[in-house]
């Protein structure tokens, strides 16, 4: 008798506390960020498909999947040291196959020249080209991630990668690189 | 009423941790009178002079401008306009040198002077207190007025923001060595400035104004001591002597004690602040109608031969400014915007005077030496003592070489307000703000990408989206015209009328029978030609 009320007390005890944990289970999830937007948080956004990827979330799933950290040439060391943190694993560095860390640059069209073909507009990964069919197009600066991948596509060979200019706003401070003209002594 | 306030009301003065004494040398500029330049051939003036989007322009090149006529205006992206210093003709609008540290150019318009400098200007505004705020804030807006101070940060706009108030400080501390643009101006100006004062305490919906003054200014002193008694409102505080006394945050703690907290502003704690040259422009624009076109400059060191202060149109070319001031320059001779502290040298002597220039100054190599070879921190910890904002200035000149931003951040680098106490006192020659200056460039490009990457993430996504939406749209059409196709048919076949499969059925039967025909056809010549 005794081990049966020692039994069903520990029964009833379980059941209790397997409900409360399985409550709160439910009430207090935790919603984690899933590691794959965490990763493409970390990639440049570029969508320049330089990784083997067609844009910067697939190669973040693939990252998430044990492929390797260095792929991005836009990003470069920063972003492979960032990935290596999040994901815990050596920084290497950057893979030659896939491209060279370089200047941000941004698209411009020379637009006498355009044939209105909207090749590029078709190529862009983020929109940034504005135009329609036998009409000249035009690059949205701020919006164009320096990608390269409207250059390919254009059959007149009319779209430049051009360095983002420095102005006043993005200035670093190279004191040194200032041409300082020395004003000649009057005497 | 609490302690605290009693104290402010009683004119206790408190104190800021840190701060400099460095040589004032202000007795070189500040025993004449202000001056008005000669009017100069040529003006350029920035369409950006001020922290914020530039204004829309207004003018072509070849048209005929009057001084004080606005060469750009308000526009979409809520910029402040500019005015033409003088009468003349616009020659060019292009790319120049700009009044900015690193050299780089930006829009300007090229006025060339007709001489005449004839003038128009906004309509005057006798009794203030009879129009309406938002009138008085968009005549503030619309003469052209940012922060004289140095930050230049539009004056309306600073205004705008309604919050409760317990003070207004009107800022004549101006403690870096050799200005004395401000001092000047409050021996000579100091009625208007008190009625700018009243202006901006009314527009802030305030009671109380302090005015500050450093105490080595006795004779601006003693001017608005003569004024003061008349506008109850007003009152003066006269601040002991340490650099950077006038600084925004350092002033605030002198005066009411309070800190502002951390990226902070001083309206969190309850306070406005103006610079003196602020107020008297507000008084003239408000008063008189006249759009802000000029400014007081010192121009000052041991190579100018007038050294002293000058009224100076906005856009006159710093060479054009220094030759009318006796410029006698010696080999590699630096020319300084600003204050031997905060200033910056002048890549190219053709930049323009523009809204936040208060000092042009032309040191001879013994007054001030120029910058020496940097050598090894030898952890004196001076650097640490003079910051008036307490920081850490050496573990930052160790992060900032480090590119460590994370750590940066953690040690408030963006408290730094770049006085250069630091620099100063370092024996080792080490140009700490530069080093600042540089990490906090770089930290603002970082989130600048950032928030550039999330736009083009966004744009991605959408652009994935609507190729799937387009897609499946076009498959959706297919299926639809398909389905229609069939029903055509069915319906056609219901009425009697031909089916258009047996039509097909009835040609492939055509066919068959005509391929048959000829089959046996066939079969009959072989027939016949066996039977010749």
């Known amino acids: 008798m005794t081990l049966i009320t020692a039994l069903s007390v520990l029964g009833v005890l379980a059941l209790i506390f397997g409900l409360i944990l399985g409550f709160a289970a439910v009430r207090f999830r935790v919603e984690s960020d899933p590691i794959v937007d965490q990763i493409d948080a970390l990639l440049p956004q570029t969508q320049c498909g330089q990784c083997g990827y067609p844009g910067c979330r697939p190669y973040a799933e693939a990252i998430a999947n044990g492929d390797d950290i260095n792929k991005c040439p836009p990003g470069g060391e920063t972003t492979i040291k960032n990935l290596s943190e999040l994901m815990g694993v050596e920084a290497k560095p950057l893979d030659a196959a896939h491209g060279q860390e370089d200047v941000k640059k941004v698209a411009v069209i020379r637009e006498d020249e355009c044939i209105g073909c909207t090749k590029c507009i078709q190529a862009c990964p983020v929109d940034a080209i504005l135009g329609a069919a036998k009409q000249m197009h035009t690059v949205i600066a701020h919006e164009c991630t320096g990608c390269d991948l409207c250059v390919e596509p254009c059959p007149v060979d009319c779209i430049d990668m051009v360095p983002v200019p420095v102005r006043p706003e993005n200035w670093q401070w190279d004191l040194q690189q200032i041409p300082v003209r020395v004003v000649e002594s009057s005497n | ?532």
Request: contains cysteine; aromatic residues 4%.
């Open chain 2, 1 to 532: 009423m609490s302690a605290a306030t009693k104290a402010i009301e009683a004119g206790h003065i408190w104190t800021f941790p840190g701060g400099i004494h460095p040589p004032e040398r202000k007795e070189l500029s500040n025993q004449s009178a202000i001056r008005q330049l000669p009017l100069a051939p040529h003006y350029h003036v920035p369409v950006k002079q001020h922290s914020g989007a530039p204004g829309d322009l207004l003018v072509q090149v070849g048209d005929k401008v009057k001084a004080g006529q606005a060469l750009t205006q308000v526009g979409v992206n809520n910029g402040l306009p500019v005015h033409a210093p003088t009468s003349g003709t616009v020659t060019a609008i292009g790319a120049g040198i700009i009044a900015h540290p690193s050299g780089l150019a930006d829009t300007i318009i090229t006025i060339t002077a007709d001489g005449d400098d004839s003038a128009t200007t906004l309509a005057p505004i006798a009794d203030y207190t009879a129009v309406s705020r938002a009138e008085l804030l968009e005549r503030i807006k619309q003469a052209g007025i940012a922060g004289l101070g140095g930050a230049g940060f539009p004056t309306a706009q600073k205004l705008a923001l309604q919050r409760p108030l317990d003070y207004l400080i009107i800022n004549g501390v101006e403690c870096e060595p050799y200005i004395s643009a401000d001092d000047r101006l409050m021996r000579e100006h100091a009625q208007t400035i008190i009625d700018g004062t009243e202006i901006l305490l009314h527009l802030a919906a305030c009671e109380k104004a302090l005015i500050a003054i450093e105490a080595n200014k006795p004779e601006a002193i003693s001017a608005f001591e003569a004024l003061l008694h008349e506008h109850p409102k007003l009152a003066l505080r006269v601040v002991p002597v340490k650099y950077p006394s006038g600084g925004e945050k350092q002033l605030i703690q002198l005066l009411t004690g309070r800190q502002v907290p951390s990226r902070g502003l001083p309206i969190d704690v309850g306070l406005v602040m103006q610079n003196v040259g602020t107020a008297y422009a507000v008084a003239q624009a408000v008063v008189q109608g006249k759009p802000l076109i000029e400014r007081v400059v010192t121009v000052t060191g041991e190579n100018v031969e007038q050294p002293g202060n000058y009224w100076v149109r906005l856009g006159t070319p710093v060479d054009y400014l220094l030759e009318q001031c006796g410029f006698k320059p010696e080999p590699e001779q630096r020319v300084i915007m600003g204050g031997p502290m905060m200033g910056f040298t002048l890549a190219d002597l053709s930049v323009p005077v523009v809204k936040i220039t208060n000092c042009i100054l032309v040191p001879s190599s013994q007054e001030l030496a120029p910058a020496q070879d940097e050598m090894a921190c030898i952890r004196c910890g001076a650097c640490a003592d003079v910051c008036p904002a307490q920081l850490l200035p050496q573990q930052m000149v160790w992060l900032a070489k480090a590119k460590d931003y994370d750590g940066l951040e953690k040690q408030n680098l963006f408290d730094c307000i770049e006085c250069g106490a630091c620099a100063y006192v370092c024996p080792s020659e080490i140009p700490l703000v530069h080093y600042y200056r540089k990490a906090k460039a770089e930290i603002r490009n970082i989130a600048r990408e950032k928030a550039k990457a999330e736009v083009a993430r966004e744009r991605f996504e959408a652009r994935q989206e609507r190729l799937e939406r387009e897609k499946e749209e076009r498959l959706e059409r297919h299926r639809k015209a398909a389905e229609a196709r069939k029903k055509a048919q069915a319906e056609a076949v219901e009425k009697g009328g031909d089916n258009p499969q047996d039509a097909v059925q009835a040609a492939i039967a055509r066919a068959k029978a005509r391929k048959a025909a000829q089959a046996a056809a066939a079969a009959d010549k072989k027939t016949e030609g066996d039977d010749a």
